[in-house]
């Protein structure tokens, strides 16, 4: 079975700096990774996705994530933090017909 | 906007009461989910249609009860539900089921007083 973990519930940085959002799964077979972005009272959005290909996938607002098997690992950076990047973040591994969810991280920016 | 639109986005019920939520598609996808998102808890799958057949319906007490008419449409009707029920009803799509890409709705926020 799948399964999902993201390493802190809560990650606080400071506008302009780098962030690094944790995720690691478990998988019995070749994965699908996600990350997806909600903020306040919305739905989820997809920032980005790895399915096969190129380990260092891109997604939107500047964001990109890097699938490193040996590590079991699909970690979220971006290079320098916006308050517009204030939200909860969530890593997710398709499973068997469906996405398991990690439990998100809550990202804070500071002025 | 993702295309997955969720109608109400807020509803207050009394635990009697019986309502419905409303999820709507226009992707062209086969696929379609309730989750429920409670304060502190991951994401929990309650029900998977696929071609409008429920295939999945992960322990969901039965004051939930889904239906989906077509497969555009997806209804979660409730009835004689508990405080614990409050929560953010996120509706999602997807091209078929386990397809890699789900399009999440805004949700419904459920408060049960």
């Known amino acids: 079975a799948q399964s999902v973990t993201q390493l802190g519930s809560h990650v606080s940085v400071s506008e302009g700096a780098l962030v690094l959002l944790r995720c690691n799964y478990s998988?019995?077979?070749?994965?699908?990774l996600f990350w997806y972005v909600q903020y306040p009272n919305q739905g989820l959005q997809l920032l980005l996705k790895?399915?096969?290909?190129?380990?260092l996938v891109k997604g939107i607002n500047g964001f990109e994530a890097e699938f490193k098997k040996s590590e079991t690992s699909f970690h979220l950076t971006k290079p320098s933090a916006h308050m517009s990047d204030a939200a909860e973040y969530f890593c997710a591994v398709q499973g068997a017909q469906k996405l398991v969810f990690g439990q998100g991280t809550r990202l804070t920016i500071n002025p | 906007e993702t295309g997955v639109t969720q109608t109400p986005r807020h509803l207050v019920m009394g635990m009697t009461n019986k309502k419905s939520l409303k999820c709507e598609q226009h992707l062209g996808h086969n696929a379609m989910y309730w989750y429920k998102q409670s304060a502190k808890k991951p994401l929990e799958l309650m029900f998977v249609?696929?071609?409008?057949?429920?295939?999945e319906n992960n322990s969901v007490p039965s004051r939930f009860s889904p239906e989906c008419p077509n497969s555009s449409h997806l209804f979660l009707h409730l009835h004689t539900l508990q405080p614990e029920d409050s929560a953010l009803y996120l509706c999602a799509s997807s091209l078929e089921q386990g397809n890699t890409e789900a399009f999440f709705g805004q949700g419904t926020r459920l408060t049960v007083v």
């Open positions: 249609y696929s071609l409008e057949e429920r295939v």
């Open positions: 790895y399915t096969t290909g190129a380990t």
């Open positions: 998988s019995s077979v070749p994965p699908y």
